[in-house]
């Protein structure tokens, strides 16, 4: 009951929640119907980012943040269970959130696709996998920020390092170019950073097309893909856990 | 015996009436980077605790450390020095939060979450069953009387309702050690009453409860006993307890009020005098008899005796200026 | 008891997390796909039997049509279609991406006509200048056999992908790649264009570059290759996908035929060679480490005449030159000749293999960084690192001559003007 209920509450804990859910499949909706992707690629990309990156902002913003900044977690955190739960559960709440609403996508694309001329929704699947797992990393990232900064102010921080670091980077890779520091910092946004470029490919086939090996998909690729996107995920949660449970909540009123 | 001293605490060892021990807990709060210099002691070196069945109001100025001490005994923050238990156990551990109740100053709950939905998921998160969260939930809107608005959403609710649905929460499942912060905020008279009778319910099952409370006039309706603090100390009550007992006698006579209580009493214990009428310092109900025998005997004609009691505010004033003054 | 038990799984599922995340980020590194012995292919009978009747099937076809889609991870996809006839006729059509740009190749024997739905399009050879110049109602005209379109094709740099099979197979040639073939073996089966089809797998060059083919049963012809060239810091991949796959059906001799329209206007594209630094023109020097890790300073050799050679594993071409070039450093050495090659392309140690195999004793540079790779294409001008690309330095570190490929006539006369010793061939 104890995980139901903080399950649950993933789903009411801000108003505008399901909002964010119709939105989003409206947008896709939207876009399907306007641009009728000659590729899954198209949509799948579109789809990776909106679910995998924005949704996921949206949904985690102030997750424990805003527990924290209203005095609510004093209360939480009295209660006879391991704090770590608060993050876990939690965290499950958003992941099935996603789930839903990616199965929700799913059968909203395929609908479209028996409506319109073309059809392109082969290997859609994998895109949506890819989603979720990006989706799962993005806000474990983000729950974790959560613990130290109070409201919203996690998927901010995040949203503007995303973009503010995809462009600074770029500028860094044209600055470093040949020299050592752009192969340490292709590593670190390759592995240590949500695994966009990797799922993508993941997603997009490009291990299998391209993959030194026979066959659609390489198999031990795509495998070792999502293992270090899991992982990956495990380690933001980690640290989020291990703050949290370190963190002292006060309202002195001294 | 109002608080038992770390002294009497030892004496009793092993027989764990002891809800709450603290001992030499001190706490510094100091903001990362910053100079020691600036760093604030909001607790120094404080030793208590709390039996069985005790009601215990934490009382003192703003900055005195009730909240810390509160925080520290909850598990929220941890002391710099010194520990906690909670029923032999720390106070920051699961076992430890089994016996908890706790209820915040300003309880704060989702928004659309309904009463009824708020006391299910608290009942959940202290992991009872289904049935039981829906007994649990049931009993908890009589016991607290919130039946008119158990169905409304939170963010709807008065400052007295929300007191009342936190004070639900934290009583939920009888917890043996409830920490009550300002419990009677937003209460009416007839809420506060209720309050009361609820707490005296608690101690006489066994419950202990801590109080932090800046209304005196209530937390005496509430408690007796109390521990007073000041600048991240706690005063001793051992000699307050007579203190709260103390009071002043108002003595009228005749004439030659003056003359008579030179005559009668030492000057420390006349608080103000005038041709008719006496203010007698009163160290304990006892003394009246004499005080009023050495009055007649130096010749006074009593025309009225008052004797009025010190209330726990003028023990608050009165040990806030000695502090001060130390 | 219950803490440490707790705490002992916790170990054991942290240990399992590092290994396995540690097996992955091998899996997705560099290093699982870097050349090892092991991936040169052995020799497998029936491999090779299949290989053979690919072959077979290419010569014996009268006509041969199909539709083919190449991509790669570092290259974007061109579509192409494909139209061979015996004895000399193709027609190859090309487009870029989204683009609706045609580029159109037919040939009919001796020459090879390229023309553009519209203006032609940026190529390996333009610069601004020229394209705003030469861009509209241009086609260009040009000596070649329908063997060798694809490398025409690559050559000016039209497609962003280039065709891995070769129509030269369909003409009765041979792959050009075909002698450097280690062994092929057996993959299994695997569907491609909705055919099951046999796969084999072919090393070259001692796995400098391996080819995936799946083979249709039904006609013997791929349905896709897939190639994959182990290059310095990656390998370079590209998947060539078929479809729509015709032998033997009816297709006209007009589709062959093309005629410019009015106002179209021959254009000559700029050769390569065109690009290389100017006789009279200061060698760019460098600094750059040898294969054996030390550093090689071309300033160092001022004294001598320098022959410099711009060489790959896997272009037999440049093989065959650094041949001819060790051949020479033996008749050559301590006479005032300086052979020094330098490879910017390929993986060390399939270049030290080469190099050790071919007993290589002259100087060679090996590095791939961007640094040198920049120097060369900008500082020396090398526009395509197709084949072995000379140059002759002079005593006053001046350009004499510089060449692609292997030209028996422009070394000698380069080493007599530089004042070098006379070149036996």
Known sequence: MRAYELIRETYFRRSYIWIAHLSWLAVYGVFWWSFV????????????????????????AGILGDDIASGRICVLVTKPFWTGKLYLFRWIGLSLQAAVHLLLTGVLLGVLDLLTPKNSIEGLGVWLLATWLLFNAVAALSTSLSVVLGRAFNSLLLLVVFVAGYLLMNALMVLLRGEAGAGWLTAFVRYAWPPFELLRKFAGGEYGPHALTVGRFSLSHSVACVVHSLVLTCVYGAVGILLLCRRQFSRVRE | MLVQTEQETACEAGVQPMVVECHGLTKVFRRPFASLDKAVCALRDVSLSVRRGQIVGLIGPNGAGKST?????????????????????????????????????????????????????????????????????????????MQEFADRPASDFSQGMKQRLALAIAMMSDPPLLLLDEPSNGLDPIGIVELRDLLQQ???????????????????????????????????????????????????????GEAVARAALPSSRVLSVCDTELMIAIGEPDEVPDVVRDLVAAGAKITSVLLRRENIEEVFLRLCDEGDSR | MQMRKKTNIWIVVTAAAVIVEVWALYVLGASAARWRPAMIVAEEPAARALYEAMIEAAHQART?????????????????????????????????????????????????????????????????????????????????????????????????????????????????????????????????????????????FKAQRTRHYWLSRKDHLPRRVKEIVRLADTNRVIAEEWARVEVNAAISDERFAWSPPEGFRAWEPPELEDFLLKPGSDAPDFELPSISGDAIRLSDLRDEVVWLCLWQVGSPECREQMRYLQSLHGKTKDKGLAILGVNVADDRRIAQTFVRDEAISFPCVLDSSEGAARLFAEGYGMKSSEGPVNFVIGRDGKIVDAWYGQDSNRAPAALQAAGGQDVDR
């Open chain 2, 202 to 256: 608690l101690r006489d099952a066994g419950a202990s409860v801590v109080i932090s409370s800046h209304r005196l006039g209530e937390l005496e309706k509430l408690t007796s006993d109390y521990i007073f603090m000041h600048r991240g100390r706690i005063v001793q009550f051992g000699d307050e307890l007579t203190a709260s007992q103390a009071g002043q006698l108002r003595v009228g006579v005749v004439s030659d």
């Open chain 2, 69 to 145: 001490l509160l925080n520290l005994i909850a598990g929220l923050i941890l002391p710099t020095q010194g520990r906690v238990t909670i029923c032999g156990r720390p106070a920051r551990s699961v076992a430890a939060r089994r016996y908890l109740g706790f209820m915040p100053e300003h309880p704060v709950f989702p928004g659309l979450y309904t009463a009824r939905a708020v006391l299910r998921y608290h009942a959940a998160l202290l992991g009872l069953s289904a049935q039981s969260i829906a007994r649990q939930v049931d009993a908890s809107i009589q016991r607290l009387h």
């Open chain 1, 37 to 60: 992707p000659a590729k899954t690629e198209t949509m799948g990309k579109f789809i990776l980012i909106g679910s995998g990156l924005f949704l996921a902002l949206t949904l985690s």
């Open chain 3, 64 to 204: 041969l049509s199909y539709r083919s889609f190449c991509s790669g991870p570092g290259s974007g996809p061109s579509a192409y279609s494909v139209q061979l006839k015996k004895p000399n006729l193709v027609r190859v059509e090309m487009t870029n991406g989204m683009s609706t740009k045609v580029t159109t190749v037919v040939g009919d024997g001796d020459r090879l006509r390229v023309f553009w739905s519209g203006d032609r399009p940026f190529l390996k050879v333009d610069d601004f200048e020229r394209n705003e110049s030469t861009q509209s109602n241009v086609y260009v005209d040009m000596a070649g056999s329908p063997a060798g379109v694809a490398d025409e094709m690559a050559r000016l740099g039209v497609a962003w992908s280039d065709l891995v099979w070769s129509p030269s197979v369909f003409f009765n040639g041979a792959d050009e790649f075909e002698p450097h073939i280690d062994g092929i073996r057996l993959r299994g089966t695997n569907e491609a264009s909705g055919e099951e089809c046999d796969v084999i797998e072919v090393s070259y």
